[in-house]
């Protein structure tokens, strides 16, 4: 498992099978990493989406993670969205330390 000290430059997405739990960098960066810990008992197929635009489809299988790097020349908000299983999408938002996405019943 990855253990960052606060203000890393990278989101690190940690997900369970309860929800998805975020950690982000303190400030807006151009370029940073998406690290993203699969912890459910699931592999997990997701894009990563700037605007409109699909920047990445990763997989990642039960109990691994995966690092995603991301330029964003723009001032459009980034999404996660798992695919499968579909899960609700999350914002990565700077600046907002640490936030949890419950899973919606």
Known sequence: MWSFAAGT????????????????????LKIFSVIIEN?????????????????????INSGRSETVEIENKTSKPIFFVPVSPSFQEVELKFGKKQYEIPAQR
């Open 39 to 59: 912890q459910s008992l699931t592999d997990q197929v997701a894009k990563l989406v700037v605007g409109d635009d699909v920047v990445k489809f990763v997989r």
């Open 9 to 28: 430059p990278a989101f690190i997405l940690k997900l369970t099978d309860k929800g998805i739990s975020v950690q982000s960098p303190d400030k807006v």
